[in-house]
């Protein structure tokens, strides 16, 4: 038989149990409401300033979301190679991928407007077409039909040549074999235009090709080639005027909108915020790029304003052409020419 006093220290032990599970279960429960949504950004490069805008976009999404979202950065291709993370954006598996937007051509053709030449003076100015309010509202309808458009839109630096024999004047290209960045018209007929023998393979195979003479020359971004240490191959790299390497961060656009209006501004803010590392990261990067190249016996090759003129009157000479046959590309042209010429 319980005692009068056994009696309130049980009731105080059931008490007590009762206000820990309710704790554990309000504990769980906070915890569930905390991180709702895991958002994964891969981009194939590391320690770049897309690797850079992805690290302040996380801690800026993460305090103002009070954790609710939780950004996971993947750099260097961690989550596969660009092709399975394109796919993977446009599947809803992966959320965000930020490559070259020649990589996105095959899901929207429309990014192939970005790789035509002639278009920026330079990284900055480029970067002030891609704040101009009509571009921005044009690029938010890219990849609608596909479920899939691009948050932010960056410069990752000057087009370069890299090769066997220096490129110093336009003769220099001719029947030269180069790698360039598509096997579209775009990307091949100004390469014609000078003389060259162009060719498109994908940019895992460029080395060896250099290498072993099979190409004579590649054109890509300099953060490539300081990356993969091809001044161990040649010497020679010739900046393209009018020439940069265009990428886009893609997302998802059914999981943009399961985050929620709050959510979603929240992102969408702090995207567009940390586009300030462009304009000031991006530009140092290009320079410390170039550093590199001729720390390691490397020759950074400019062509002089006589050359760089003819050069540019010779390659966007192929452009009506290319461009007119396609409605919607002749269109997006002259909207971000349009932008340019208001920019500079």
């Known amino acids: 038989m319980n005692t009068p006093t056994r009696r309130p220290a049980r009731r105080l032990v059931r008490r007590a149990l009762g206000v820990a599970v309710m704790a554990t279960v309000a504990f769980a429960a906070s915890g569930a409401m905390a991180q709702q949504f895991t958002m994964k950004l891969s981009t194939p490069t590391v320690n770049d300033v897309a690797h850079e805008w992805m690290k302040v976009f996380k801690t800026g999404v993460e305090a103002r979301s009070n954790g609710r979202i939780k950004v996971e950065v993947y750099p260097a291709s961690q989550l596969g190679p ?11 598996t992966v959320e965000m991928t930020m490559p070259a937007v020649g990589f996105l051509i095959g899901l929207e053709p429309r990014f192939l407007v970005f790789d035509a030449p002639g278009l920026f003076d330079d990284m ?10 009509e571009i ?14 691009p948050l932010v839109t960056l410069v990752n630096g000057p087009m370069v040549i890299v090769s066997h024999k220096a490129i110093r004047t336009l003769p220099d290209f001719k029947g030269q074999k180069l790698r360039v960045p598509g096997p ?7 390469f014609r235009k000078l003389g060259a023998s162009p060719l498109s393979i994908p940019l895992g195979e ?3 090709a250099l290498q072993n003479r099979t190409i004579d020359g590649v054109t ?12 161990d191959i040649t010497k020679y790299m010739t900046y393209l005027p009018g020439g940069f390497l265009i990428a886009a961060g893609l ?10 209006p709050e959510l979603e501004a929240i992102v969408r803010d702090e995207a567009h915020k940390a586009e300030v590392l462009f304009s000031t990261r991006g530009v140092d990067d290009a320079e410390k790029d170039r550093k590199v190249w001729e720390q390691n016996g490397g020759q950074s090759i400019v062509f002089s304003p006589v050359e760089a003129k003819r050069y540019l009157d010779d390659v966007t000479s192929v452009l009506p052409a290319i461009i007119g046959a396609n409605a919607q ?13 208001r920019h500079r």
């Open 136 to 149: 921005r509202k044009r690029l938010a309808t890219f990849g609608a039909s596909k479920g899939v458009e």
């Open 184 to 190: 579209t018209p775009l990307h091949m007929e100004p």
């Open 82 to 92: 660009i092709p399975r993370t394109v796919e993977g954006v446009a599947l809803g």
């Open 206 to 208: 460029v080395l060896p």
């Open 124 to 133: 900055k100015h480029a970067e002030r077409v891609f704040e101009d309010a």
């Open 251 to 260: 997302v998802n656009r059914n999981y943009m909108k399961s985050l929620g």
């Open 220 to 231: 890509a971004s300099i953060s490539i080639f300081t990356a993969f240490k091809y001044y």
């Open 329 to 341: 590309l002749k269109e997006d042209y002259e909207a971000v020419l349009a932008a340019a010429r």
